[in-house]
């Protein structure tokens, strides 16, 4: 069935360094594919999304690149602050599906440091 | 226009006891998912609904938990005679419907079984 695997944490880097989560996927098909962020004590907040090969989405600094080739959609941000210290849950949504049901994958714990 | 709201945030039970959470979803969408995370992992599906209709609940243990959508009021997520291993976060995400556009999740119930 479809999944998602991400690199396991906790990803502990110093404020302004260079942040990669790696992600991949397994679906059938061109799944809509998308990053979500929980901070301490919080609800899931969608970070960014993209819904077809190469598109790259964006929002506050991180950046994704839906590579079919790859099956992955890596999360990237050039310089982490310490208030980017959270979860961060990479998710697929199968094409071809009645309705909305995501599969998450087990989630990365980033933690920065000043 | 308020997110999904969910109540209570936290919630403590002593083993046996009946656990009810509610749900309102964002306004517009007529979609709710609940999800459990347990400590340290990843988000499972648990079950699907709309108004009056469970759509799918093959996330959802056999016994003791069950769910609903009314037609009017919250979404309801109900855990009978809970036991310590329910102790976990549980989301509820709602969606206007398949439009790939991922959900709206709520900022969750803590539930603590003592």
């Known amino acids: 069935g479809d999944s998602v695997t991400q690199m396991e944490g906790p990803v502990t880097l110093s404020e302004e360094a260079f942040l990669t989560i790696n992600c991949t996927y397994t679906a059938t098909g061109y799944p809509s594919l998308f990053w979500y962020v929980q901070y301490p004590g919080e609800g899931l907040q969608l970070l960014l999304k993209a819904t077809k090969a190469d598109d790259k989405g964006s929002n506050k600094g991180f950046e994704a690149t839906y590579r079919k080739e790859t099956t992955s959609f890596h999360l990237e941000k050039g310089s982490v602050q310490v208030s980017d210290s959270a979860v961060y849950f990479c998710?697929?949504?199968?094409?071809?599906?009645?309705?909305?049901?995501?599969?998450f994958g087990p989630g990365t714990s980033l933690s920065v440091i000043p | 226009n308020a997110g999904v709201m969910q109540n209570p945030r936290h919630l403590v039970r002593r083993r046996g006891q009946e656990a009810r959470l509610r749900c309102s979803p964002m306004?517009?969408?007529?979609?709710v998912y609940w999800y459990r995370q347990l400590p340290e992992e990843g988000l499972k599906f648990m079950v699907y609904?709309?108004?009056?209709?469970?759509?799918?609940e093959s996330g959802m243990p056999k016994e003791r938990f069950s769910a609903e959508f009314p037609k009017e009021g919250p979404s309801i997520l109900r855990i009978q005679q809970v036991v310590r291993g329910d102790s976990a976060a549980y989301f509820c995400?709602?969606?206007?419907?398949?439009?790939?556009?991922?959900?709206?999740f709520g900022s969750g119930t803590r539930l603590t079984v003592v």
């Open positions: 998710a697929l949504l199968p094409m071809k599906t009645s309705y909305d049901k995501v599969i």
């Open positions: 609904l709309q108004k009056e209709n469970i759509i799918d």
């Open positions: 995400a709602s969606s206007p419907g398949s439009d790939n556009y991922g959900y709206t």
């Open positions: 306004k517009g969408h007529s979609h």
